[in-house]
């Protein structure tokens, strides 16, 4: 009796065996897919290298952070930001290499008031996360943003501006980039984001520096994948969602904005004589509340920033005209107020309110 008692134990014991050695195989096979699965999504990042590598990206390079004092965080052009440059536009299949501005100090004067006209939240934001501003010509496009880190933390990040070809009020500026995307012809575009006695190249800068500053915030707020990832995936961001499946794909791209892909500002790539009500008459209906929004996912979210703050906190227009031989034959305004952005809203809401 006792032997069958031992006999019975004993395969009981060997079935629990086998079935915990079980279990822990399964356990190691899905904690290694998921492992691997996180380790391998996302697209490549060509530029987790360049910011990993300039010594832009480290704290150590940056002094008198605590200063309030903006013309302490000014800098003409130097040799480790002309090497990152020169590395971005390596990775962009730019030629322009950039030089250091002839006068600085002019525009020095302009930035810092375009600087000191920010206030509330964003003034504070700018002050906390915005440590340094190089200024150069020949950058290639209005402006580049970096990023910088302390223990693996990133902590605020730095503006590269073009001078030169900021070298307008900010109608003409932002009008200028709009058109940049597409090749000259009888239809142009128009935009305006400030009444006449506001239309400076203050405030050109002003709303330059805000999108390139959105790009930070990304960065720091964890809004999407690190810039320092060698894979980037915004599959589980928030602010995404719906929108981007990839930096470079959107949801839209097979059904509603086939077009949105080929756009490419600073190239005049494209012919908006033949594709404009291909474009605008589709972007009024969508996520997107600009066409920069719509180039890809990082863009989304800086100029989703900086149209929030100057639509709807700063009030101020934003109206988009097509013109045929210079008569209006479409308009749009800045879509940042769509239902369809109420979840972005809410995100940048909490931003702004810490």
Same mark, same amino acid.
């Given at each position: 009796?006792?032997?069958?008692?031992?006999?019975?134990?004993?395969?009981?014991?060997?079935?629990?065996?086998?079935?915990?050695?079980?279990?822990?195989?399964?356990?190691?096979?899905?904690?290694?897919?998921?492992?691997?699965?996180?380790?391998?999504?996302?697209?490549?990042?060509?530029?987790?290298?360049?910011?990993?590598?300039?010594?832009?990206?480290?704290?150590?390079?940056?002094?008198?952070?605590?200063?309030?004092?903006?013309?302490?965080?000014?800098? /003409?052009?130097?040799?480790? %930001? +002309?090497? @990152?440059?020169?590395?971005?536009?390596?990775?962009?299949?730019? $030629? #322009?290499?950039? =030089?250091?501005?002839?006068?600085?100090?002019?525009?020095?004067?302009?930035?810092?008031?375009?600087?000191?006209?920010?206030?509330?939240?964003?003034?504070?934001?700018?002050?906390?996360?915005?440590?340094?501003?190089?200024?150069?010509?020949?950058?290639?496009?209005?402006?580049?943003?970096?990023?910088?880190?302390?223990?693996?933390?990133?902590?605020?990040?730095?503006?590269?501006?073009?001078?030169?070809?900021?070298?307008?009020?900010?109608?003409?500026?932002?009008?200028?980039?709009?058109?940049?995307?597409?090749?000259?012809?009888?239809?142009?575009?128009?935009?305006?984001?400030?009444?006449?006695?506001? /239309?400076?190249?203050?405030? %050109? +800068?002003? @709303?330059?520096?805000?999108?390139?500053?959105?790009?930070?915030? $990304? #960065?720091?707020? =964890?809004?999407?994948?690190?810039?320092?990832?060698?894979?980037?995936?915004?599959?589980?961001?928030?602010?995404?969602?719906?929108?981007?499946?990839?930096?470079?794909?959107?949801?839209?791209?097979?059904?509603?904005?086939?077009?949105?892909?080929?756009?490419?500002?600073?190239?005049?790539?494209?012919?908006?004589?033949?594709?404009?009500?291909?474009?605008?008459?589709?972007?009024?209906?969508?996520?997107?509340?600009?066409?920069?929004?719509?180039?890809?996912?990082?863009?989304?979210?800086?100029?989703?920033?900086?149209?929030?703050?100057?639509?709807?906190?700063?009030?101020?227009?934003?109206?988009?005209?097509?013109?045929?031989?210079?008569?209006?034959?479409?308009?749009?305004?800045?879509?940042?107020?769509?239902?369809?952005?109420?979840?972005?809203?809410?995100?940048?809401?909490?931003?702004?309110?810490?």
């Amino acid at each position: 009796m006792q032997r069958k008692i031992l006999f019975v134990l004993a395969q009981v014991l060997d079935i629990q065996s086998r079935m915990f050695l079980c279990r822990l195989f399964v356990l190691f096979i899905l904690t290694f897919e998921t492992f691997y699965s996180c380790k391998e999504a996302g697209d490549p990042n060509p530029y987790a290298d360049v910011l990993s590598s300039t010594p832009l990206s480290k704290i150590e390079n940056y002094v008198r952070l605590e200063s309030e004092d903006w013309a302490s965080r000014i800098f /003409n052009l130097d040799k480790q %930001a +002309l090497d @990152y440059v020169n590395e971005l536009n390596r990775v962009d299949g730019f $030629s #322009e290499s950039p =030089s250091p501005v002839k006068d600085l100090e002019t525009f020095k004067s302009t930035l810092i008031d375009a600087l000191n006209s920010q206030s509330g939240p964003v003034s504070s934001l700018l002050k906390n996360k915005l440590l340094r501003i190089y200024v150069c010509e020949n950058l290639g496009g209005s402006a580049v943003t970096g990023i910088i880190r302390k223990d693996n933390r990133s902590i605020g990040g730095f503006v590269i501006l073009d001078a030169n070809t900021l070298n307008r009020n900010a109608n003409d500026w932002i009008s200028f980039k709009e058109n940049s995307a597409f090749q000259k012809g009888n239809i142009k575009i128009q935009i305006r984001i400030e009444e006449d006695r506001q /239309n400076t190249k203050t405030n %050109a +800068l002003r @709303y330059i520096l805000l999108h390139e500053f959105g790009h930070i915030l $990304s #960065e720091t707020e =964890s809004i999407g994948p690190s810039f320092f990832l060698p894979k980037r995936s915004y599959t589980n961001f928030e602010f995404y969602q719906g929108v981007w499946k990839s930096e470079k794909v959107s949801f839209l791209d097979d059904s509603r904005f086939v077009l949105r892909s080929k756009i490419r500002f600073y190239s005049g790539s494209l012919s908006l004589d033949a594709n404009w009500e291909k474009i605008y008459p589709i972007l009024a209906n969508t996520q997107f509340p600009t066409l920069y929004s719509a180039t890809n996912a990082d863009d989304f979210f800086a100029d989703s920033f900086v149209s929030y703050v100057h639509v709807v906190l700063e009030k101020k227009p934003w109206e988009l005209e097509i013109l045929k031989n210079n008569k209006p034959i479409f308009r749009m305004e800045n879509g940042i107020t769509k239902d369809s952005l109420q979840s972005q809203r809410k995100i940048l809401e909490r931003i702004l309110a810490n």
